[in-house]
Each structure stands twice: as structure tokens, then as C-alpha cells.
């Protein structure tokens, strides 16, 4: 790999830690999804990244936005920290590594689907080791909310990411290419986005995931 083809890749690292990091700011004006869980829009920028440039770097961009994050606007510390990487690193670190795999519209559903799942499943994991501990309660207290609320939030909160990453991943490459940050190899061809087929998917599956928050909510 060339000098300038390094720092491109650097360069939109980067931008894309910055702007995963100015999507923070969002978190804080929404209201919580369940008690204190909020929904957290970063993942959908760490996942285009390695979409874009690998999985390692999508690692890299969620460590880095994790720790600006710690020691600036969060309250919660190294904690929160490592749940934030642990978080997005599930999600977009086998999305990135499938699509890498499988250079096509199917590579990239099957990712983000693989994402969702791990993201949700991992969560629930480390919610049971480490909330307790954290918010001082006792695991049998945690146990009972791993199914009615951790198990919900992030499916949505995962479900969401996913539509939105199907709808803006193609306008961002886009726009990369057009800046000469990323070359015109980079993920072209059969690749196609903004299919009407995707739209209709990404706006299902948003629209499954506020149904599935509304009825939550009613019951709750």
C-alpha cells in the first residue's frame, strides 16, 4: 500500500471518528428507549467504515470514539467505555468482516443481519457480568431484565442501525469517491445500495423496530 493511499485511509478514519463522535450529541437530546438505555447512532458510521476500509479499522474508530467520548460528554467512565466498544465492535466488526468476504448487496444484509444477532447477544452477556457491579444492584435484579428490556433495546437499537446503514452507505461512499478519499475500486460494480429493494427493507425494518417500541412501551 502507498504513502498516499495510508494517509487516505487515515484521513477518512478520521473524518469518520468525528463524525461518529458529533452523533453522540443526538443521544443526549432523545428520550431512553427502556429506563436509562438510549438509542446511540454512531454504529451506523463505525459500520460504513469498515464497510469502507476493513474491520479493523471499524475497531479502531469505535476505541477511539469510545475514549473521546469517556473524557468528554459521558458520565459513566471506563465502564461505560468498554460497553460502548464492546457494543459497536459486535455490530460492526462481522459486518464488515462478511461484506469483506462477500463483496455484494447479499454480503451486505447478511452482515449487518450477523451484527444484529451478535451485538444482541453479546450485550446481553455483559449486561449479566458487569451491570450489577456497576449500577450496585444484585444479578438476580439484572437477570429479570435481560429478556423484557437488554434483549429488546438492542435488537432495536441494532435493527435501526442496520436500515440506516443499508440507506446511507451508498451516498457516503459516493461522496468519498468524489473527494478522492477512497478510489473508484473501492466497492463498486454490482453493489447497489439504494435499490428499491433495499429502501423497502430498511423501511420495514424501521418500522418493525418503532412498533416494536411503541408496544413495549404500552405494555410497560
Known sequence: MSASSNTRKLVVMAMLSVIAYASTFVTRQLPPLFLFLQYDPKDIVIAMGGFILGP??????????????????????????????????????????????????????IGLFSGVIAMTLIMILWNWLITPMYMGVPRQAVVEMLIPIF?????????????????????????????????????????????????????????????????IKGVM
Do not use: W
Open 151 to 215: 434483549l429488546p433495546f438492542n435488537l432495536i437499537k441494532a435493527g435501526i442501525n442496520m436500515a440506516l446503514t443499508l440507506l446511507l452507505y451508498k451516498p457516503v461512499v459516493t461522496a468519498l469517491r468524489k473527494a478522492g478519499l477512497v478510489a473508484e475500486h473501492v466497492n463498486q460494480g454490482k453493489v447497489k445500495f439504494l435499490s428499491s429493494g433495499m429502501l423497502i427493507l430498511s423501511v420495514v425494518i424501521v418500522a418493525t423496530c418503532v412498533l416494536v417500541v411503541l408496544v
Open 56 to 109: 479493523i479499522a471499524a475497531f479502531a474508530i469505535s476505541f477511539v470514539v469510545s475514549i473521546v467520548e469517556m473524557v468528554t460528554i459521558s458520565d459513566t467512565g471506563p465502564v461505560g467505555m468498554l460497553m460502548n466498544v464492546l457494543a459497536s465492535c459486535a455490530f460492526a466488526c462481522p459486518a464488515a468482516f462478511i461484506y469483506k468476504k462477500m463483496h455484494s448487496k447479499k454480503g451486505a444484509v
